[in-house]
């Protein structure tokens, strides 16, 4: 017989979503709604579909993992499933989550299959994350992006036939900033978390504060043992934040360190290109494009963050196609000249 599972949310003002992320987790043996202080009818939603539902004290500044850990806490079985109002349990996969539990060995947690989903339906490219855990083998740590801790010794199998599909509302990507004072919190809080670093320099950029931003993303960068591929993207954003800035040089050497630790990516290469296009710098944009097309499709790292789009073409028309963009900023800067 398969151990019994306990799916988990915190929830705040999710009416709109949680009863969709409920019904999608079936016969799970029991479902727990933390509330962290919503003043729509999350609650009501919640209870109606079959959640037990817990209400927790208001937390200002808030704290994702210590709720998160309260939430665990209300479980009466041994295994957790984690997932978020906005996410979606995909059909079939509980019974899969069952026969894994029923014949596991060691493991104390499991990954499963995430994928992004955008509001126009755009898939990301699937990853592997921990939303399985044994609930006296782990804890939750960290004020914001909190992720899962080790207790005990233990293994973390894969699942890779369960998938839980991240379903945000349209306008989540809107509301980008509004865990800035979390982030400055946990800087402080655990220097040693250089991810949220990284994350406090996206959340600065997206909120339009490149200069803000550099800092974070250069303390990541030098202390993260994070792979190297993350890296690069850090050092990306890094050098998108100093081309608005107006640094171009120093933006296109930001971008060859992260063509230089990640060789098999075509993102650093594009961005200098195209900066070198909007300062009409439209040789050494071609150089940089050349350079990019011929880095081997075989090598592509298939990385859920890279652009798709660089990867479809034929080296040739990928080619064409940014001699055409070079032509029409030229055109763009001769007409200006005629002003």
């Excluded at 704290?63 to 295994?79: D, G, I, S, Y």
């Excluded at 060995?105 to 592997?128: D, H, K, M, Q, Y």
């Excluded at 933006?251 to 990516?265: D, I, N, Q, T, Y």
């Excluded at 763009?332 to 000249?337: F, H, I, P, Q, S």
Aim: glycine share 6%; charged share 30%; net charge positive.
């Amino acid at each position: 017989m398969a151990p019994k599972i306990t799916a988990v949310l915190i929830a705040k003002n999710e009416a709109k979503l949680i009863g969709r992320c409920i019904r999608s987790l079936g016969p799970v043996d029991e479902i727990v709604v933390y509330d962290t202080g919503s003043t729509d009818d999350t609650v009501g939603v919640a209870e109606r579909a079959g959640a037990k539902v817990f209400r927790g004290e208001i937390v200002e500044p808030f704290h994702f993992a210590e709720a998160r850990n309260l939430a665990t806490a209300k479980a009466q079985n041994p295994w957790i499933l984690s997932i978020d109002a906005d996410e979606v349990l995909r059909a079939g996969s509980l019974s899969k989550i069952r026969a894994a539990l029923k014949i596991q060995g060691e493991e104390t947690a499991w990954r499963v299959g995430f994928i992004n989903r955008s509001a126009t339906g755009t898939l990301s490219i699937p990853i592997l994350k921990i939303k399985l855990f044994m609930k006296d083998a782990w804890t939750w740590k960290y004020r914001v992006h909190e992720r899962l801790t080790p207790l005990l010794a233990g293994k973390i199998g894969d699942m890779d036939k369960v998938v839980i599909d991240h379903m945000p509302e349209p306008d989540k990507g809107r509301r980008h900033g509004q865990n800035i004072k979390l982030l400055e919190l946990c800087v402080k809080e655990n220097p040693e978390y250089t991810k949220a670093f990284k994350h406090l320099g996206l959340e600065l950029m997206l909120d339009k504060r490149p200069a803000e931003a550099i800092p974070y993303f250069c303390y990541y960068i030098d202390n993260t043992d994070d792979d190297r591929f993350k890296k690069s993207r850090a050092m990306d954003h890094a050098g998108n934040c100093l081309e608005t800035l107006g640094q171009l040089d120093d933006a296109l050497e930001m971008f060859e360190r992260s063509a230089k630790v990640a060789p098999e990516r075509r993102d650093p290469l594009y961005h200098a290109a195209i900066a070198l296009i909007k300062a009409c710098r439209l040789d050494e944009a071609v150089t940089w494009i050349k350079r990019m097309i011929v880095v081997p499709f075989e090598t592509r790292p298939n990385l859920p963050y890279d652009l798709p789009a660089l990867w479809r073409s034929e080296p040739q028309r990928m080619l064409r196609f940014c001699e055409d963009q070079i032509r029409i900023a030229q055109s763009a800067l001769e007409a200006r000249k005629k002003v």
